[in-house]
């Protein structure tokens, strides 16, 4: 069984000021971790993934984020908030369990980014 | 060009009626699904085809009928409608992928409303 868990159902910032939406899984197999973005009316957008490469993923629209084993966490992170950058972020996990996933995500609850200028 | 287009956008009908929901992608994905998010942002998976053929069913109430006629196409049809199956219904699509790495792409989402 897996799980995701957002920090923080809203975060709010100013532009320019980093930006930091938390998450954190639980996955009883190696994990693939994904942040996808949704605006306002629209389906969501992936923003970047991480599938046992890299730790630290970057992705679009200046995003990055780090997957650290240890903490069981892949928080989101951009260094300079923009106002268009407001939306709700989802994470979400897939397991690696070698041919049955099928791209079976488990989301988190979400998180509300608001940008004041 | 719309990689995933559904229809309707938005659907507004009374508690027993029977509505449908459908879904086209233009990306040559083998696999399609529907997800629901419900009232809190929640997203949780329901069906999942591969190729015309179901590969998840997410304990979800048999008045939830999905069908596949061809691998670019996803319909959603749902009898008997109740009040909590409110919600926007998304479709997505992804390339076969049998570790779960593929991304998914989603449709702009149906909003349905059962009064």
């Known amino acids: 069984a897996q799980s995701v868990t957002q920090l923080g159902s809203h975060v709010s910032v100013s532009e320019g000021a980093l930006v930091l939406l938390r998450c954190n899984y639980s996955?009883?197999?190696?994990?693939?971790l994904f942040w996808y973005v949704q605006y306002p009316n629209q389906g969501l957008q992936l923003l970047l993934k991480y599938t046992s490469a890299a730790t630290l993923v970057k992705g679009i629209n200046g995003f990055e984020a780090e997957f650290k084993k240890s903490e069981t966490s892949f928080h989101l992170t951009k260094p300079s908030a923009h106002m268009s950058d407001a939306a709700e972020y989802f994470c979400a996990v897939s397991a690696n369990a070698g041919g049955t996933s099928y791209g079976k995500l488990t989301f988190g609850q979400g998180t509300i980014l608001t940008v004041h200028p | 060009d719309t990689a995933v287009s559904q229809t309707p956008k938005y659907l507004v009908t009374q508690m027993g009626n029977d509505k449908s929901i459908k879904c086209e992608q233009n990306?040559?994905?083998?696999?399609m699904y529907w997800y629901k998010q419900d009232s809190k942002k929640f997203l949780k998976i329901m069906f999942s085809y591969n190729n015309k053929e179901l590969i998840i069913n997410e304990t979800v109430p048999n008045r939830f009928s999905p069908k596949s006629p061809d691998k670019a196409h996803l319909n959603l049809h749902i009898n008997s409608l109740e009040l909590g199956d409110s919600a926007v219904y998304f479709c997505a699509s992804s390339p076969m992928d049998w570790y779960g790495a593929g991304e998914l792409f989603f449709g702009e989402g149906s909003r349905l409303t059962v009064l």
């Open positions: 996955s009883s197999v190696p994990p693939y």
């Open positions: 990306l040559g994905h083998d696999t």
